[in-house]
C-alpha cells in the first residue's frame, strides 16, 4: 500500500510537472552590448553584470549604466545576491569575506568568516532583516546569521541526513524558505527555521534564481518557472538567438545574457 501511495505521488508531480502553461510571448525591450560571465535582476528590474575582471555593473531596466563597483583585495568574487536592491551581497570565497553594497554600490560593511577558525564558508545568501544564510561545509550545517553576524539558526548535520558532505554550489533565500544547490547537481529545500523540507524534482540545472518565492532557470532557449509548494511550473520561449549563457529574472524583465551581449525582456 505505500509503495502504491507513492507511486501515485510520483505520478502527480510529473504530471504537474509537463502540464505547465506557455505564458505570453517575451519581446526584446532593450540590449546591453557588453560581454559580461554573469548577469543578476533585483525585484525593481535593475539589471547587474559581473564583467571578466570582476567589476559589478548595475544598469537600470533600458539598459543604462548607473552605477559600478570593484574590489582587488579579496580575489575572485564567487556570488552575488541582489534579492534586496538596497542590500547587494558579495561573497569572496578565498579570503572567506562578504561584503554588503548599497543601491548605489557603494560599501555599507563587510564581515570575515575567517575570524572565526572553525567556520569553512562555501554558500552565501541575502536574508530577511538584514540577516543573511551560509552553509559552513566544515560542519555540514545551514547557517542563519544576524544583521551583526552573530548565529540565530543552525540546521541539523546534513551529512545525517545524506550520510555524504554536501558540497553547495548556491544558496538562495525566499521569505519562507532556504534554497542549497549543490554541486553534483540537485536541489534541496529548507523551511526558515534551517529544517529539511524535501529534495526538488528538477535535473540537469546550472543555475537558477528566485523570484516571488518561484524558482526560475533555464533549458535550452525556454525559461522554466517552477513553484516548490505546488509543484507547478510554466514554461516562456526566450526569443534569443545563440547560445544562452544565463537568464535571470526580476518583477516585470528577464535578462538574457549570451556570449556577446545582454538582451532586456518583458511580456508587458
Request: aromatic share 10%; charged share 20%; hydrophobic share 45%.
Amino acid at each position: 500500500m505505500k509503495r502504491l501511495i507513492v507511486l501515485l505521488l510520483n505520478c502527480l508531480i510529473v504530471l504537474l510537472l509537463d502540464s505547465g502553461s506557455t505564458q505570453a510571448q517575451l519581446k526584446q525591450v532593450a540590449k546591453i552590448d557588453t560581454v559580461a560571465k554573469a548577469v543578476y535582476a533585483d525585484n525593481l528590474d535593475n539589471v547587474y553584470l559581473l564583467s571578466a575582471r570582476d567589476e559589478l555593473l548595475k544598469y537600470d531596466a533600458k539598459g543604462v549604466l548607473k552605477w559600478r563597483y570593484s574590489n582587488n583585495r579579496f580575489g575572485k568574487l564567487y556570488s552575488v545576491d541582489v534579492s534586496d536592491p538596497l542590500r547587494v551581497v558579495l561573497f569572496y570565497a578565498d579570503f572567506q569575506q562578504v561584503v554588503v553594497l548599497n543601491n548605489n554600490l557603494n560599501e555599507i560593511t563587510s564581515y570575515s568568516f575567517a575570524k572565526n577558525g572553525n567556520l569553512l564558508v562555501s554558500a552565501v545568501a541575502s536574508g530577511n532583516n538584514n540577516s543573511l544564510w551560509i552553509f559552513d561545509r566544515a560542519s555540514n550545517v545551514l547557517v542563519k546569521l544576524s544583521s551583526n553576524f552573530t548565529e540565530d539558526v543552525r540546521s541539523a548535520n546534513l551529512f545525517q541526513l545524506f550520510d555524504e558532505v554536501i558540497d553547495a554550489k548556491k544558496l538562495a533565500a525566499s521569505d519562507q524558505y532556504v534554497f542549497l544547490q549543490r554541486r553534483n547537481n540537485g536541489i534541496l529545500q529548507f523551511d526558515r527555521f534551517g529544517g529539511y523540507v524535501r529534495e526538488l524534482p528538477i535535473d540537469s540545472l546550472t543555475d537558477f534564481n528566485i523570484t516571488s518565492n518561484v524558482i526560475a532557470y533555464v533549458n535550452g532557449h525556454t525559461l522554466v518557472k517552477y513553484h516548490p509548494v505546488s509543484f507547478e511550473q510554466s514554461k516562456q520561449q526566450l526569443p534569443v538567438n545563440g547560445p544562452i549563457k544565463q537568464v535571470t529574472v526580476g518583477n516585470k524583465l528577464i535578462a538574457v545574457l549570451t556570449e556577446k551581449a545582454v538582451f532586456l525582456l518583458s511580456d508587458n
